[in-house]
């Protein structure tokens, strides 16, 4: 069983930045597909960035590209959302998702992925 653990949020101000953390166990994230989604009170939940297990380019939310950007770090068994130049409707719950048999055209998707973790909020005030 993989368990995801994510960490890193907090409150900042508008235009700063925060680094979120998804560090796994139980399995190596190398091997899978991650992504961060998040969910802000009262809407759905809905997609940030993903990294595909077999590497290419990362894919980001229009709402994100320029400002977000997510890595893996294989020898922590880590990926990291890098979040610049926030904004306070990025203020949202963000959480860590991975999954083991992801395509191009499903990383968008919630439903797609396999292991999600609690979920780490972010609040960026104005």
């Known amino acids: 069983q993989v368990q995801l653990v994510e960490s890193g949020g907090g409150l900042v101000q508008e235009g700063g930045s925060l680094r979120l953390s998804c560090t796994a166990s139980?399995?190596?994230?190398?091997?899978?597909?991650v992504a961060w989604f998040r969910q802000a009170p009262g809407t759905e939940r809905e997609f940030v960035a993903a990294?595909?297990?077999?590497?290419?380019?990362?894919t980001y939310a229009d709402s994100g590209k320029g400002r977000f950007t997510i890595s893996r770090h294989n020898a922590e068994n880590t990926v990291r959302l890098q979040m610049n130049n926030l904004k306070p409707e990025d203020t949202a719950v963000y959480y860590c998702t991975a999954g083991a048999r992801l395509i191009t055209s499903t990383l968008r998707d919630a439903a797609a992925y396999d292991y999600w973790g609690q979920g780490t909020q972010v609040t960026v005030s104005s």
């Open positions: 990294t595909k297990w077999n590497g290419g380019s990362p």
């Open positions: 139980g399995r190596t994230l190398s091997r899978l597909s």
